[in-house]
């Protein structure tokens, strides 16, 4: 199928997740991810120096500052909240790490304008991510599933932290001691 930009080209179902307005809305809370198990799921996604990672709610950046920091790999942030946005870009700097390294951005992951199958152009587009990593409800990786679905490369890799993404049969799964849970997806699998 042809990007044109135009919603009426996508299926049925990615037109309705952009079309319905109340997706603009946050619809989860900031739970923010704690150090070890950032550092399991950076490691499970076996990032690599270099590679993008997009995190589609990043909170206060506790994922992707150690993805900058000790993997080495570029990052990108869309959070909905300004607040978490700000404390996010505060904690980078006070690691030295700057925008050619990490970014976030204050707005709604379901935006069209992060989603390349919608004919957006943005440097900032889903699609460009090796890693993509997610901490959110069921519903929201329900949704997200079928546009990373349609999004994300073969070689792209999806890591959930506590919710496991419907339909989707993970590489990796584990459920570890203190309840936490993280969950991997290989894209060339899953599609």
Not at 66 to 86: Q, S, T
Not at 129 to 158: G, H, Q, W
Not at 162 to 170: A, V
Request: a negative charge; one cysteine or more.
């Amino acid at each position: 199928m042809q990007m044109t930009g135009e919603l009426s080209q996508l299926p049925k179902v990615l037109r309705e997740i952009h079309e319905d307005k109340t997706l603009l809305e946050p619809i989860i809370f900031h739970v923010p991810t704690n150090e070890k198990i950032a550092y399991k799921m950076l490691e499970v996604a076996q990032l690599k120096p270099g590679e993008i990672v997009c995190d589609l709610g990043s909170g206060d950046g506790s994922l992707l500052i150690p993805a900058a920091r000790d993997f080495g790999a570029h990052c990108v942030g869309i959070e909905i909240n300004p607040k978490l946005v700000a404390l996010a870009q505060k904690k980078a700097k006070k690691f030295g790490l700057g925008e050619d390294r990490i970014k976030f951005i204050n707005d709604n992951f379901f935006n069209r304008k992060f989603w390349h199958y919608t004919g957006s152009r943005d440097e900032y587009v889903v699609r460009r991510a090796d890693v993509v990593t997610i901490y959110l409800c069921y519903n929201a990786n329900e949704l997200l599933r079928k546009m990373l679905s349609f999004e994300l490369r073969p070689e792209a890799r999806v890591v959930s932290h506590d919710f496991p993404i419907k339909y989707w049969e993970p590489s990796y799964e584990k459920v570890y001691e203190d309840g936490d849970s993280i969950y991997m997806y290989e894209m060339s699998k899953v599609l």
